[in-house]
């Protein structure tokens, strides 16, 4: 499994290659999906949710019809006990980005 160590400055500037459907918004990993349909974009949200759970690392999300906005930080860093709020972006968030899209390869 992925780390919740925080990304270098130039891992960071790789995130538009490696993640190009993703927004880099501070902390945040951002994206927007859109489907067809409410049952689409309930489908994709059940499998994003088995990804949570394996990774055992959940999105900031909301789902309105056929849209999901989804954003992903990592709130607790490893070696913190989450007490100061220690957080950001880490190897675990790309690889959840990197997860969720692979759902939508064809």
Do not use: C, K, Y
């Amino acid at each position: 499994m992925a780390d919740r160590t925080l990304l270098t400055d130039g891992e960071r500037a790789d995130l538009a290659t490696r993640l190009p459907d993703w927004e880099l918004a501070g902390d945040q990993l951002r994206r927007t999906f859109t489907f067809a349909n409410f049952v689409e974009a309930w489908a994709f949200m059940a499998e994003v949710a088995v990804i949570a759970e394996d990774l055992r690392h959940h999105p900031d999300w909301s789902n309105s019809w056929n849209r999901v906005d989804m954003a992903i930080t990592t709130h607790r860093l490893s070696g913190t006990d989450g007490a100061n709020g220690a957080g950001g972006l880490t190897h675990l968030d790309v690889a959840f980005a990197e997860a969720v899209d692979r759902l939508l390869e064809p």
